[in-house]
């Protein structure tokens, strides 16, 4: 069991200051190469990632776009809604492997045969950079506000440096190879298919991914083609520059000699014709200055102004620049250091921003970086629970822009949503597939943990709301939010059903990817276990259309719009059925006699009128609130060996939401030992054979999924700053380890961007709270009071709750400073 932290009296002071002179180089750095791709250091757009081994004499270069995906089928989805009452029954007569099967074996009856695509790589830059002497002094690195990757050796007198950064303006690669002697780069460059070597399927064997491609130099310019990706031709673009020395062509390369320094310009193309896209790109990259300083000074602000918008310090007095190798080792055999874990918060925002931007898709399960040619899980849009653990940082930590992607895609594909819940389901509104490849919103899986769990399109709707609340855009909530919940909301109309007692049911339903602990069947004859993924009333199902409901009703009166729908709504808000707690304390998984609970599983779905839901709080309703801790618990204790990586940045959160600062961090501890790569990648699961964790193999490694990399800054500012809509809970899980810090221009649900500092030792805070729409909440903090004041103090009154409370009421525009003495 853990332990719960003891949190320390604070004082809060008038000033908010810089969060720390040591934040001007936020990066990490390594002290060897990597060995392969999920080693190496990432660089990004967006749209365009690049990956950067940091070899010193045989350098590759690995690019992806974030539309490339092949051997995906899109086809049509049958009509099998009249199937609807057939299961319904089934469940009721408790046949649960019969309803288990019936829409499978029915759509595959009819010839369905749809298959989600694959994310795959685009091409390699091969450069060698030609050598005298064994390498010293090497170092590669990764600048977190501009997103520049630097790989830098000496070689007997001389010291070579080579500079990367993805463009944001540009939309191009940029690469410079410099020495510190004149006349000391010589090498050559190509681009290429990406190392078929990659090309394994999940046994780790060979397989042909069955690209044609081509690689021919013309003048200066490298040109890549290859066809077989779903939309067509895909490739790219090399300009190859020198400041003094000369190039020659050989073959397939371009010899550079005698230069001061090598400027590499690459620009991608994907599912466009070869023959309009590269004319296209070398006129674009013609065109473009070929001065690396002057192409970076284009970029790095843009960057800078995403990363910089706000920021956390956990460790201002500690070094910041311990190469990830020391980091690691040190984590293998103790805590995550304070450092560890500040690395870990920058990387993950660094990684959203750079994977994520207005236009594109939305991150997938490796952000944009993937050199397999079938990476696990296809790199999918896991909508039942890894793209949402992607966007949670996203508010709070002021990505607005990042969070774009997001909304742009799934309102593009409303279309296809609304003929899924027809078809499936006869309902009207929009069913959104757990399981998505990013080309189309159309259904393409028919397992029972994806065809009857019907709540992605809730949990999604949710970050809809959250847009409102946390930037106050009244605009976005009247034109983009209440529409598409309001679509999910017509879902549900349709869908839920009334039992016995007139309370809404929810049948079938699913608790994402999990089942009962007695619906094990064993088939006698086969001695095949079928695992029964369809059930009734599962918590989350209940949780996730209360919370739909919830917004609706609250944003359609803030606006005073759609008063008969409010109306219904509330309807069917009274209708919903009560949590249930089962005989160990926890909160039920499924509301439903038939169903007892596994606690061996890696999802946390029931949790979810907790986190990532605001419903329950230890105010509104302590019983429930508690149930959720016994269940987490359960998790971690029973089921840590099914946990993965993931799932441990998920229970950071939800002990952040319980308060627990002492669970939150272990949990963070314990993805640090067994899950972090090299390069502060996380994985799906320990590959060590440890006992923590699931035992996964996939290919030659255990998978490498960026969600875990995702929900650990969100983590972080949970235990820093938790909010809802009516509370805003300052410092709720700071663990002792964390003895000060500082955050600044923390958004929150709240309608107010925080900032503070604190420091345990003296036990002092600084607050400041800047209204972006008007605000009405109680501010709780983490002990009782002994003094307070206030730069407004007509804005601060006594709270209900008590003297850990204070009500603050502040307009739009309103900013306030607080000085408090804790007890």
């Not at 690469?175 to 070597?197: E, P, R």
Request: proline share 5%.
């Amino acid at each position: 069991m853990l332990k719960k932290t003891i949190t320390l009296g604070l004082i809060i002071l008038a000033t908010i200051t810089s969060v720390s002179a040591a934040s001007s180089g936020r990066g990490m750095s390594m002290i060897k190469p990597a060995e392969q791709w999920r080693e190496a250091l990432p660089s990004g757009n967006g749209m365009i990632g690049a990956l950067v081994y940091g070899s010193v004499h045989q350098e590759r270069v690995l690019f992806n776009h974030n539309k490339l995906w092949y051997q995906g089928r899109v086809g049509e989805l049958p009509d099998v809604s009249a199937e609807l009452p057939v299961v319904r029954q089934l469940l009721l007569e408790g046949k649960y492997r019969e309803a288990n099967e019936h829409y499978r074996s029915q759509l595959k009856d009819v010839g369905f045969n749809l298959t989600n695509a694959r994310y795959h790589p685009a091409f390699d830059m091969d450069l060698i950079t030609e050598t005298n002497q064994m390498f010293e002094e090497y170092l590669r690195t990764v600048d977190f506000e501009t997103g520049e990757v630097e790989v830098t050796w000496r070689d007997g007198d001389t010291r070579f440096s080579r500079k990367l950064f993805v463009s944001i303006p540009d939309d191009v690669s940029v690469m410079s190879i410099t020495a510190d002697q004149a006349g000391a780069v010589d090498g050559s460059v190509t681009l290429n298919i990406h190392d078929l070597k990659d090309a394994i399927d999940q046994q780790g064997k060979d397989f042909d991914p069955g690209f044609t491609y081509q690689t021919q130099v013309s003048g200066e310019f490298v040109e890549f083609r290859a066809d077989g990706s779903d939309g067509g031709e895909f490739g790219g673009v090399l300009r190859v520059l020198t400041r003094e020395g000369s190039t020659e062509v050989d073959g397939q390369k371009i010899r550079f000699v005698g230069a001061d320094e090598v400027i590499l310009i690459v620009a991608l193309f994907a599912n466009e014709p070869a023959s309009a896209a590269v004319p296209r790109l070398k006129r674009q990259l013609s065109a473009l200055e070929g001065d690396y300083d002057t192409l970076f000074a284009r970029h790095a602000p843009l960057h800078r102004e995403k990363f910089d918008v706000m920021e956390v310090n956990l460790n201002p007095a500690g070094p910041q620049d311990t190469p990830n190798e020391h980091l690691l080792l040190d984590a293998y055999q103790n805590p995550a250091s304070p450092e560890l874990v500040q690395k870990l918060f920058d990387y993950g925002r660094y990684l959203l921003i750079s994977s994520s931007r207005s236009g594109g898709y939305p991150a997938n399960l490796q952000g944009i970086w993937n050199g397999d040619y079938r990476p696990p899980w296809s790199a999918f849009l896991g909508n039942n629970e890894n793209l949402q653990m992607a966007y949670w940082q996203a508010l709070p930590g002021n990505l607005k822009e990042s969070m774009m992607g997001f909304f742009d895609y799934f309102d593009a594909h409303l279309d296809e949503f609304r003929h899924n819940a027809q078809q499936l389901y006869g309902c009207r509104g929009i069913f959104i597939p757990p399981f998505m490849s990013p080309e189309s919103g159309v259904l393409r899986h028919t397992g029972p943990h994806v065809i009857y769990w019907t709540d992605a399109a809730g949990w999604l709707a949710s970050f809809y709301y959250d847009y409102y609340l946390f930037t106050g855009d009244e605009q976005f909530l009247r034109e983009r939010a209440i529409p598409f919940m309001k679509e999910v909301a017509l879902f549900y109309e349709d869908y839920i059903v009334k039992d016995e007692q007139g309370k809404n049911m929810f049948l079938p339903a699913q608790s994402p990817e999990n089942q009962p602990a007695d619906k094990m069947i064993e088939d006698p004859k086969t001695g095949h276990v079928y695992k029964i993924k369809v059930q009734i009333n599962s918590t989350i199902a209940v949780a996730v259309a209360k919370e739909v409901f919830h917004n609706l009703v609250e944003a359609c009166e803030h606006l005073n719009v759609e008063a008969a729908g409010v109306q219904r709504w509330k309807e069917m808000l009274a209708d919903m059925p009560e949590y249930q707690v089962n005989e160990d304390g926890a909160i039920r998984e499924w509301m439903h006699p038939d169903f007892d609970d596994n606690y061996e599983h890696r999802h946390q779905s029931h949790i979810y009128p907790l986190f990532p839901g605001t419903e329950v709080t230890e105010e509104t309703n302590p019983e429930i609130y508690e149930a959720c801790r016994v269940a987490i618990e359960k998790r971690l204790v029973i089921g840590l060996q099914s946990q993965t990586g993931w799932s441990l940045a998920h229970m950071a959160n939800v002990y952040a939401r319980l308060g627990d600062g002492a669970g939150a961090l272990e949990a963070l501890n314990i993805l640090a030992r067994s899950c972090l790569g090299q390069n502060l990648f996380t994985y799906h699961n320990d590959w060590r054979k440890m006992g923590v964790t699931l035992d996964h193999k996939y290919g030659r490694s255990a998978p490498f999924q960026m969600d875990a990399n995702f929900g650990i800054p969100a983590a972080v500012m949970e235990m820093l700053c938790g909010s809802t809509s009516d509370m805003l809970r300052i410092f709720p899980a700071v663990p002792e380890e964390w003895g000060e810090g500082s955050f600044r221009d923390m958004l929150t649900r709240s309608g107010v961007r925080t900032s503070a500092n604190w420091n345990l030792q003296d036990q002092t805070i600084e607050l400041e709270l800047n209204a972006v729409r008007d605000a009405l909440f109680d501010l709780k903090f983490p002990a009782e009071l002994a003094e307070l004041n206030s730069s407004q103090p007509e804005a601060v009154s006594e709270s209900k709750y008590g003297s850990r409370y204070r009500t603050v009421k502040l307009a739009q525009g309103d900013s306030l400073k607080l000085r408090v003495q804790l007890k």
